[in-house]
């Protein structure tokens, strides 16, 4: 059986810069994949590649055997490879309900004609979608802040929503980009709960770009650090952390 | 054939390059672009048909035209759009546009729909150069742009004030940092804007008839100037302008009148299709 | 909370029930100005779609109600169809026209270019009205014969109820396109457009679609000018007219289907009052439009969202 998701010698030009050289790595269902690495190491390009946002130069990108680097952004995502970003990414005149909504909008089956003419199952399936992100968001504790515009959140609930948003539709790939940033101690620990109950549960196989090493050890399965563009390390994250030169050129301090 | 439609086509295009390079003084200054800027030549028009009424010689009623429009693109800059110039692109247009329409009603109250002319303080007449035919008025509409572009170089590349237009139009936190009053040039500039409008908006009242609504004519050709040369870009409003005034005659003649009216419209259609940046445009201002 | 929203949102169906006996109480003339409010309601709604749901500058608002006009006027004066056979090849021919000028959108042209370049296409709308003259009349214009309904005339209390139909109609399927994913996917393309292609919308397609249901709907509204004025002549569907469409949704409020409604009505009903005085009414406008960014940036319909939760309207926005 083929790999949940795997990248073969990815690479990513603009210009003369290769911002992403040659990496290759394998996600599994279940599994959480932490990235890492100096500002600049290319994470976030790697992200945006797999995602469909930025062109991949070279090498192959599959998803369950599949070649997906030439799909347009929708066509990814509706492979079932959702995504967070670093900042700004809910809609900001929706309410929480409304955002999370739009994270299923590939699940709701209304037609254009269905909706317009009043027809029974574009209503249905609308309601189904309702009464279902109702309950998720019951289920994380953001039933309260439901009906409120995403602009008026604060950074911690943004990132919580922009997760429940990402996975509300059970993705099996699940790309997160430095969620914990800008988060209080105690949401950080929520936010490692919830990552490890998705992958455990749900078997989501989760790509996690991270700064905050403490929620990479206590939550990843395998690190992979990269630095300016290319895998320097691959491993278990005792091992990687053990392994001094990768720390110390990589993060600075161990 | 071609020689006479070059002349007049360049005449006209001298006109809009003028008005082209009013609204993008306002673009590169406040990245808003001005929807009401034919009104406000509009209202200059009218403004020297008022101070003319006094009784002032021409020297006079127009330069004072120009300072009350300078005023008044001032005051609009400082009471209206600095308030949301935060706010969301819409309503910076939207004011802009509100502003124009006010003054459209202003004049449509005081003068009705009646047609007036800005009597020339020149003889109207025309001369030859063998088949060439050359009318005063085309004379004096390029020779005043010409004056006005002159000026216009030579405070912004030789003065200490256009140093300073130049380096906002640059970076405006840099030039915060350096302690240039950056809302105070803003507010300069929709004036100099206003006031720009103004001499195209007198100069075309005195060869066609001024009514309430010519600021439309205006703003769709000072628009399809700045597309064709570039957005944002000084040079290309002025190559942009002539070259539009241009196009408007050979087209009319060769292909169908019509086109004298339509060309303004294609061109711009055209232009964002094709090539966004125009001919000097520095780069696609364009978001994907 | 869900059933909550659907019930007391039925309460709207008041609205038009009110207005059943207007063709009683009102003069001939004020019936005339209410069928006009009621003409406005689509044009306002379909452009808000565009612009306040969709938030993409398009302009080009009065070549969809031209259009609607005139593929009414011309199929009734010139094929000899009853009006109400004419609306909806009318509005096909409007969603076709923001077919059309969603292209630009498509190819990534924002903010004021495509403002500028969807403005230029209303205005060359007006010359093809111009210059077809076998079709359209020209410059003079065309008029367009009595309306009729399966044979019988459209006049007084029946032509208002035949537009308040349209109307409602109008109003209560775009409001169930924006409550749907549809209106969902409008407001995350207007929000980022990069974050609603990563879950999954294809932003090109909605972008169509939005433009579409706005022509579609805009060109209903240009079928009921066919039926009220009687007359079509491209001075009509100029920029003044722009402004108008444009102020009944700013003041009404972007992104809300209840802002248009109000913004149709109020400002419908307003310039009856400066007839008498040209350009108090561009005035006015205008005045009036600098007045609601300065004090209510969000519109009337802010206002009425303070009185009763009820009126909370779901994308309504600066």
Same mark, same amino acid.
């Given at each position: ?123 249905? /399936? ?103 563009? /290319? ?24 | ?103 459209? +009603? ?15 303080? =020149? ?26 572009? +002159? ?113 303004? =419209? ?23 | ?30 019936? %005339? ?93 007006? $010359? ?23 044979? $019988? ?59 579409? $249901? ?58 009856? %009052? ?20 300065? %004090? ?23």
């Amino acid at each position: 059986m083929a790999a949940l998701l795997e990248l073969s010698e990815v690479t990513v030009q603009f210009g003369g810069v290769v911002a992403v050289d040659r990496v290759s790595l394998t996600l599994d269902p279940g599994e959480i994949m932490a990235l890492i690495g100096p500002n600049g190491a290319g994470k976030t390009t790697l992200f945006n590649a797999i995602a469909g946002n930025v062109p991949v130069t070279g090498g192959k990108i599959c998803f369950r055997g599949r070649e997906i680097q030439n799909l347009p952004v929708h066509g990814i995502a509706g492979c079932g490879i959702r995504r967070t970003f670093q900042n700004g990414g809910l809609f900001p005149d929706l309410s929480v309900i409304e955002n999370v909504l739009v994270g299923l909008h590939t699940a709701v089956a209304s037609r254009f004609f269905g909706l317009v003419l009043g027809g029974v199952g574009a209503r249905r /399936s609308e309601r189904e979608a309702t009464v279902r992100v109702r309950a998720l968001l019951d289920q994380v504790r953001l039933a309260a802040i439901a009906d409120r515009p995403a602009r008026g959140l604060s950074g911690g609930q943004q990132r919580m929503v922009e997760i429940v948003r990402a996975v509300a539709g059970l993705p099996p790939v699940l790309l997160l980009d430095e969620p914990a940033v800008g988060l209080a101690p105690p949401v950080r620990a929520e936010l490692a709960n919830l990552v490890r109950r998705l992958a455990r549960e749900n078997g989501i196989g989760v790509l996690l770009i991270e700064h905050a090493i403490e929620l990479v050890m206590r939550v990843a399965d395998r690190v992979i650090v990269l630095s300016e563009g /290319s895998k320097v390390a691959d491993g278990a994250p005792e091992a990687v952390r053990a392994d001094h030169a990768v720390l110390e050129a990589y993060l600075g301090h161990g | 054939m071609l020689p006479q439609l070059l002349v007049s086509g360049v005449a006209n295009g001298m006109l809009y390059a003028l008005i082209a390079l009013s609204m993008t003084l306002v673009y590169r200054a406040t990245t808003v672009l001005n929807f009401g800027h034919g009104d406000m030549a509009m209202a200059g028009a009218y403004a020297g048909l008022v101070f003319l009424g006094f009784g002032l010689p021409f020297v006079v009623a127009v330069p004072l035209a120009l300072l009350l429009l300078f005023v008044l693109g001032f005051l609009v800059q400082r009471f209206l759009l600095r308030r949301i110039m935060q706010g969301p692109h819409l309503a910076l247009a939207t004011m802009a546009l509100a502003v124009g329409y006010a003054l459209r +009603g202003v004049a449509r109250l005081r003068w009705g729909n009646q047609v007036l002319n800005l009597p020339r303080p =020149y003889p109207a007449g025309a001369f030859s150069i063998g088949s060439v035919v050359i009318t005063t008025d085309a004379v004096v509409m390029c020779g005043s742009v010409l004056v006005l572009l +002159g000026v216009l170089l030579l405070l912004f590349r030789a003065s200490p004030l256009g140093r300073t237009i130049r380096a906002v139009f640059q970076t405006e936190r840099g030039a915060a940092l350096v302690g240039i009053n950056v809302p105070l040039l803003h507010g300069m500039m929709w004036g100099a804007g206003a006031a720009l409008g103004a001499a195209g908006g007198i100069l075309l009242a005195m060869v066609v008839p001024l009514t309430p609504d010519m600021g439309e004519w205006v703003l769709v050709r000072g628009f399809a100037a700045m597309t064709l040369g570039g957005f944002g870009s000084l040079p290309g409003a002025v190559v942009g302008g002539v070259l539009l005034g241009v196009a408007e005659e050979v087209l009319g003649f060769y292909l169908n009148t019509v086109f004298i009216n339509i060309t303004a =419209y294609v061109v711009t259609i055209l232009v964002l299709m094709v090539r966004p940046r125009g001919l000097f445009g520095r780069r696609a201002l364009i978001r994907v | 909370m869900a059933e909550v929203q659907t019930v007391s949102r039925r309460v709207f169906w008041l609205v038009p029930l009110a207005l059943l006996p207007l063709p009683l109480l009102l003069n001939p003339y004020q019936l %005339f100005v209410a069928e006009l409010v009621l003409m406005y309601v689509p044009v306002g709604v379909g452009f808000n779609v565009v612009v306040g749901n969709l938030g993409l500058f398009a302009f080009s608002n009065v070549a969809y109600f031209g259009i609607g006009a005139y593929v009414s006027g011309i199929l009734m004066a010139r094929f000899g169809l009853p009006w109400w056979l004419s609306v909806l090849p009318a509005g096909l021919a409007g969603a076709l026209a923001g077919l059309i000028t969603s292209i630009p959108a498509l190819r990534g042209v924002r903010l004021f270019y495509l403002a500028i370049m969807t403005l230029a296409f209303g205005e060359l709308m007006r $010359w093809v009205y111009i210059r077809w003259e076998p079709l359209t009349g020209g410059s003079m214009g065309m008029s367009v014969p009595e309306p009729t309904l399966f044979g $019988w005339p459209l006049d007084g209390a029946r032509k208002f109820y035949v537009l308040l139909a349209l109307a409602v109609a109008v109003v209560t399927t775009t409001d169930r396109l924006l409550a749907s994913r549809f209106g969902r996917a409008f407001m995350a393309i207007r929000g980022n457009e990069i974050a609603a292609a990563a879950m999954g919308i294809p932003t090109g397609r909605f972008i169509v679609a939005g433009f579409a $249901w706005g022509g579609f709907v805009v060109s209903i509204g240009g079928t009921m000018y066919a039926a009220l004025i009687g007359h079509l002549s491209p001075d009509s569907f100029n920029l003044t007219e722009l402004v108008l469409e444009f102020a009944i949704i700013m003041v009404g409020g972007l992104g809300s289907l209840l802002g248009s409604v109000l913004g149709a009505a109020l400002l419908t009903t307003l310039p009856q %009052f400066f007839m008498s005085l040209p350009g108090s009414e561009e005035l006015a406008f205008g005045l009036l439009i600098i007045l609601v960014i300065l %004090f209510l940036p969000r519109g009337l319909a802010s206002l009425l969202a303070q009185l009763h939760p009820i009126f909370q309207d779901r994308y309504l926005r600066e």
